[in-house]
């Protein structure tokens, strides 16, 4: 099946510990995208990435990196910077940086 | 930066009755998508618009996109509880250095009541 996975689907973890979220697509897709979804503020981007081996800062990058080694693959890591990482991570996909955006099923972390 | 603004945050409406929400964006955009987002899912494209001026119609659902494509609006007709869920809308600037960069709106919280 084709698609985007996101992995896993809750996560847990302790305050001052890092965390990467997991984000593959067999879509043969260039662009790739994280976003981060608080109750009532919508989808507020992390960082994109339109091609391997380069990405881009989003809105909210700061406490956040990225790699993109892989087309397929797009993880992110969650540092102890982040001051307020709970939330849900949504992670999407597009055949170009024009075209419509297919979403993972997302993640949802906790930090205790 | 580039803001998208969307209004109203929250809409509820009883079976039957009409509805809209509203996208405006601070910059001008190439183009502009809409997605819903059902309770407990993930956001699933619906349309993209990209010309000036540009209407686009999916059965009960009308999706416009304003001369100066600064501005977009989803209308929904009749609305029916399957309606029900979150509606962004989503531009894409037009060039510059933010080349793909997807930013939404904050998102309009549909609640039909039968």
């Known amino acids: 099946d084709g698609g985007i996975t996101q992995s896993p689907k809750y996560l847990f973890r302790k305050e001052g510990q890092n965390v990467t979220l997991s984000c593959e697509q067999n879509?043969?897709?260039?662009?790739m995208y994280w976003y981060r979804q608080d109750p009532g503020q919508g989808l507020r981007l992390i960082y994109y990435?339109?091609?391997?081996?380069?990405?881009q800062k989003g809105d909210i990058a700061e406490g956040y990196s990225v790699s993109r080694e892989k087309k397929e693959s797009f993880p992110l890591t969650v540092t102890s910077a982040q001051k307020n990482p709970t939330a849900f991570y949504l992670c999407?996909?597009?055949?170009?940086?024009?075209?419509?955006?297919?979403f993972g099923q997302g993640t949802r972390l906790t930090v205790v | 930066g580039q803001q998208v603004m969307q209004i109203p945050q929250y809409q509820h409406v009883q079976e039957g009755e009409d509805f809209t929400t509203y996208c405006n964006s601070s910059?001008?955009?190439?183009?502009i998508q809409w997605y819903k987002q059902r309770p407990g899912g993930h956001p699933v494209f619906l349309i993209q618009?990209?010309?000036?001026?540009e209407v686009k119609k999916q059965k009960r659902l009308t999706f416009q996109f304003g001369e100066a494509k600064k501005n977009s609006s989803l209308h929904i007709t009749a609305t029916q509880t399957t309606d029900v869920g979150t509606y962004f809308c989503?531009?894409?600037?037009?060039?510059?250095?933010?080349?793909?960069?997807?930013?939404f709106g904050q998102g309009t919280i549909l609640t039909v009541h039968p």
């Open positions: 999407a996909s597009s055949l170009t940086g024009w075209a419509e955006a297919f």
């Open positions: 990435s339109q091609i391997v081996n380069d990405f």
């Open positions: 618009l990209v010309k000036s001026g």
């Open positions: 910059t001008t955009l190439s183009n």
């Open positions: 879509l043969n897709h260039d662009a």
């Open positions: 989503a531009g894409l600037l037009a060039g510059g250095t933010s080349y793909g960069k997807l930013t």
